[in-house]
């Protein structure tokens, strides 16, 4: 039986989701696209989530550039591999989906990791908000991008809150 709780984080509230082992296995905006149905997201129940929201403060404080979270992402194969490259990606860097592809040894496959990006169930901790179109524009946000560009600038250290 899955858990959630919701927290306030200066880009809204955040539902953050876990598995029946507790493992956290999603992280998702207010109004974001392919945001689950709440019915799915289980009871309401803060316990399991004490790391995640020490480390998400930590990071909204500007203290924590990498997530150490132990993760329970589903997905198909390819987008498992896509969201692993999206860790990859150093705070306050960004990187095109071509370039993505490119590093997963098929650099045609731009399309498919934007589709699998749009699809990350763990939003800011698997930093989906890093990826850019290949001419630097921001392309594709599931949380709007009005909210990507406000966590780039967080993470560039040019952010107003």
């Known amino acids: 039986m899955k858990q959630h709780t919701v927290i306030d ?13 507790g493992v956290l296995c999603g992280l998702y ?40 979270l132990e993760l329970r992402l589903h997905g198909t194969a390819f987008q498992r591999s896509v969201w692993d490259q999206l860790r990859r990606i150093p ?27 749009g699809r990350n169930p763990v939003g800011i901790i698997v930093p989906c908000h890093r990826v850019i179109g290949s001419g630097g524009a921001l392309t594709g946000y599931g949380g709007g991008l009005d909210r990507k560009q406000r966590l780039l600038d967080f993470e560039r250290g040019t952010a107003l809150f």
Do not use: C, I, W
């Open 9 to 21: 984080s200066p880009y809204g509230p955040l539902t953050l989701v876990a598995d029946e082992d």
């Open 29 to 68: 905006m207010t109004d974001q696209r392919h945001r689950p149905p709440e019915e799915t997201f289980g009871d309401r129940d803060a316990t399991p989530f004490a790391e995640a929201q020490d480390q998400l403060a930590a990071y909204f404080a500007g203290e924590l550039k990498e997530f150490t």
């Open 91 to 117: 705070y306050g860097e960004t990187r095109s989906y071509g370039e993505l592809a490119a590093a997963l040894g098929n650099p045609a496959a731009s399309r498919a990791v934007g589709l699998a990006n």
